[in-house]
């Protein structure tokens, strides 16, 4: 029954894991047709895989599982576009130079689309938030079990606002990077969704029980491997992938200390939630699976329409990509200010 039990949760953290390539890489048409790639098996889904499970399991040990710290780790999620892409050092691939410039060697628009938005969301929180809604779903847990889960689920006019903006957002972005190619978008789209689904079945019929963010739980020989192949990966992609992109001294030092920055944020926001969220939000309409279903259904129509108009939809999605960089770095200065006023005021 043990090795039954660790095969199911392996094959949760491998949806885990799949979920988070989905709205990450197809989403944003960086990594349409991963599937079709070995890369995609050895490298991508390895990358988000391991991410996802090594920072999740690490909020969970040092009980930092609040929105504010969950977003953080996200952060953390999305600095691997520094030593990885060098995207935010030096901007997308293919573009001539960073959008707004790179004061002090940082391309400050990508790092607020990649880092302070796209990642903290779409890699880390959204697939945790998907498996907790099937979870709650199939009757193995209620949003009780994760009082902070109310901040994310709950129906108010700020969730609602990011649900719609991030799936707006994803239909411009895949529509954009896949070129208008409707037939590439949908194979990429729906073939990732069907291996989800697959592995999801199995799931279901090996143990339903197991479909839980528990089971992303993994012991100490799990996250020493899990380290070891993401550290290999960061260390090859270093030397290897865009190397006249590496900055000088200088920049490098400021990312190692805006990583001791994050984490210095993460210790100070260990005040627990509050006790009375969810007393106060058990009438609250929570997110549901029908929710994500209609997530998924938004985002392929707009991709739809996008690849139809093909010019004519430019400037929504120009419109959508400015509104990132400006929203990524309120939400980011905001996660801050939140946890330091928080601290200074438990301290009176």
Do not use: C
Request: hydrophobic share 55%; glycine share 6%; net charge positive.
């Amino acid at each position: 029954m043990i090795f039954l039990s660790s095969l199911s949760n392996l094959f949760v953290i491998l949806f885990a894991g799949i979920l988070s390539v989905f709205y990450a890489e197809v989403l944003s048409g960086s990594s349409i047709l991963w599937f079709l790639d070995p890369f995609g098996y050895l490298v991508l889904l390895p990358l988000y895989m391991f991410h996802l499970v090594i920072l999740y399991n690490f909020a969970v040990m040092f009980h930092r599982n609040s929105p504010r710290s969950l977003y953080l780790f996200g952060v953390l999620f999305g600095l691997y576009e520094t030593w990885m892409t060098k995207v935010v050092w030096a901007g997308f691939p293919g573009s001539d130079q960073p959008l707004l410039g790179a004061p002090l060697g940082f391309a400050i628009a990508e790092m607020s689309i990649v880092v302070f938005v796209w990642h903290p969301f779409m890699s880390f929180i959204a697939p945790i938030l998907t498996i907790q809604i099937i979870s709650m779903h199939l009757g193995n847990e209620d949003y009780s079990s994760k009082p902070w889960i109310i901040t994310f689920l709950s129906k108010r006019k700020l969730s609602l606002f990011f649900y719609f903006f991030f799936a707006i957002l994803s239909g411009s972005a895949l529509a954009l990077n896949s070129g208008g190619d409707l037939l590439k978008s949908s194979l990429g789209f729906l073939g990732t969704l069907l291996i989800a689904y697959i592995v999801y079945l199995i799931i279901v019929k090996r143990n339903p029980e197991a479909l839980t963010l528990d089971s992303l739980i993994v012991g100490k020989n799990g996250l020493t491997f899990m380290l070891t192949y993401l550290g290999l990966l960061y260390i090859l992609f270093f030397f290897s992938v865009r190397t006249e992109a590496i900055p000088g001294p200088a920049t490098i030092v400021l990312t190692i200390l805006f990583y001791l920055v994050i984490l210095l944020a993460i210790f100070l926001d260990r005040v627990p939630n509050d006790t009375n969220t969810v007393t106060s939000s058990t009438s609250t309409s929570l997110f549901g699976k029908k929710d994500i279903l209609r997530f998924y259904t938004i985002i392929y129509v707009l991709v739809v329409v996008f690849s139809i108009l093909g010019e004519l939809a430019f400037l929504i999605i120009v419109a959508a990509f400015i509104a990132t960089i400006v929203i990524g770095f309120i939400i980011f200065a905001y996660t801050f200010i939140r946890i330091l006023h928080t601290r200074v005021k438990t301290r009176k």
